[in-house]
Structures are given as C-alpha cells and as structure tokens.
C-alpha cells in the first residue's frame, strides 16, 4: 500500500465521520425532513461519499466516530456544517439537537471551558445564514 492509498483512505474515514456525525444531528428528533435530505445529499457530494456509504450511514450513523481535524479551521468548518444542519428545521431547534452539537463540538476538539459560547455563536451566524468564509472570520475573532 502507498503513502496516497494511507492518506486517501484516513481522508474518506474523515469524512465518513463526518458525514456521519451530520446524519446524527439530523435523525436526532427521529425523522428526516426534505430540506435535511436535500443538505445531505449535497454534502454526500461535496465529502466524496458513494450511495452505498451514505446508504449505510444512514442506516447505521454511530458507526463512524468522529474524527477531529488537526487544523482549526478545518474544525471550524465542519462546526459550520453541523451547525447548518440543526438550523434546518425551519429554526426550530430542540433542545436534544443544540446539546447533540455541543457534544460533536467537544468531539471536535473545541474546549469544555467555551464549547456552549462557540456553539452559540455557531448558531447565531448560521441563523443569519453566513457563508462558510464569514462565519470562519467571525469565529476566529469573536473575542477581539
């Protein structure tokens, strides 16, 4: 096996943690709406999921752990993605999926000490629907 055939394969079980962590927060309330469906679809896309992956995380999205990035702002964008799913339902969001959030920021590496201050900020810029560069900027400067 060669270095690339290692890094395309830690980089695609990135990705399906990810993914996975993503259907998490989605079945969270126990359904599936057509707008999450639609934003899964996409992002299946974009992380280079095949259809039987995304079928199998579907079915089974604790399979996969979440795996943190090492750069911050790799951690930052996939907070963006999550964050963008639990804001899916019209902006109605349960309490089950802000603290589902919490939990994937902590697995992402986002500190205890002000996980629930970035989890709302998080929300708060998603909620204005930001693009991914803003809410990156926004993130990396809220204490300044």
């Known amino acids: 096996m060669s270095i690339s055939d290692l890094y395309d394969s830690g980089f695609r079980n990135r990705n399906k943690g990810h993914f996975s962590a993503i259907v998490r927060v989605a079945l969270s309330d126990g359904t599936l709406s057509q707008e999450e469906k639609k934003f899964l679809d996409k992002l ?12 199998e995380i579907l079915a089974n999205p604790v399979k996969y752990p979440v795996n943190p990035p090492l750069l911050h702002t790799s951690r930052l964008e996939r907070l963006y993605d999550l964050a963008r799913m639990v804001y ?43 693009d991914l560069d803003t809410f990156t900027y926004e993130m990396q400067h809220m204490n300044k």
């Open 44 to 55: 299946a896309i974009k992380l280079e999921i095949s259809p039987s992956e995304y079928e």
């Open 88 to 130: 899916t339902d019209e902006h109605i969001m349960a309490e089950k999926e802000q603290g589902l959030l919490t939990r994937f920021a902590l697995a992402l590496g986002f500190t205890p000490g002000n996980v629930n201050y970035i989890v709302d900020k998080a929300l708060k810029l998603v909620d204005h629907k930001v």
